[in-house]
């Protein structure tokens, strides 16, 4: 059983709209949550995290908001830009301490048209 | 090196060969991870080190999978006997500190024929 679920494979949207990537979990003891972005053939990157203290972090055209009582996190990219293609994973871990192993989410293919 | 870098990229085996697949992670990181990743999924825990003690061995699927990292910096995951469902990719990540300062490798990419 998925702990993590990405339940969209795939997101089409067109350059300069908004993109918004979905993510639920349901472990309660998950705590501090991440998105990742991964290009073909090179390692997931770091994208922004929130805590479960916080409801929302923005960091540029990057938004994460958490909902915790729903156990659902959502990513903002406003305005999207055809370099943000790539497939983005949501990961959850019980604390942001050192040595937490991150639980992910299957995916979505985000793919921005010109 | 800047970065965590894994080899070999890509590795062909034939069913029941052993394969041994490396991790550089970046130099004075005391935490390494190693994730398998199958096709269209995402990455699933395998193992982790805390300098050379291999704390988390939980996710590694069988006894045919073993890793190491003696000397707390270079880190060594083994797989004998490889089947088809061995067939992934094998990421690996450094951090010196929290789960956010996870650097990934590109990972190396196994398929057993």
């Known amino acids: 059983d998925q702990q993590v679920k990405q339940n969209s494979p795939s997101l089409s949207v067109q350059e300069g709209r908004i993109s918004i990537l979905n993510c639920d979990y349901t472990n309660s003891m998950f705590d501090y949550f991440l998105w990742y972005k991964k290009y073909p053939a090179e390692g997931p990157t770091f994208l922004i995290s929130i805590s479960s203290i916080k409801d929302k972090n923005e960091d540029g055209r990057f938004t994460v908001f958490l909902n915790k009582s729903a156990k659902h996190l959502s990513l903002h990219i406003v305005p999207s830009q055809p370099g943000d293609s790539a497939v983005y994973f949501c990961a959850a871990s019980q604390s942001n301490n050192a040595g937490n192993m991150l639980t992910f989410g299957g995916g979505t293919r985000l793919m921005v048209k010109p | 090196g800047a970065g965590v870098s894994q080899s070999p990229r890509y590795k062909v085996a034939k069913r029941g060969q052993d394969v041994a697949l490396r991790c550089d992670p970046i130099?004075?990181?005391?935490?390494l991870f190693w994730y398998q990743q199958a096709l269209g999924q995402g990455p699933e825990f395998l193992t982790y080190f805390q300098n050379e003690a291999q704390l988390d061995k939980s996710g590694l699927p069988s006894d045919r999978f073993f890793a190491e990292r003696p000397e707390g910096s270079v880190s060594t995951l083994k797989i004998q006997r490889t089947q088809q469902e061995d067939s992934a990719v094998y990421l690996c990540?450094?951090?010196?500190?929290?789960?956010?300062?996870?650097?990934f490798g590109s990972g190396t990419r196994l398929t057993v024929v």
């Open positions: 130099s004075g990181h005391v935490s």
């Open positions: 990540a450094s951090s010196s500190t929290g789960v956010s300062g996870y650097t």
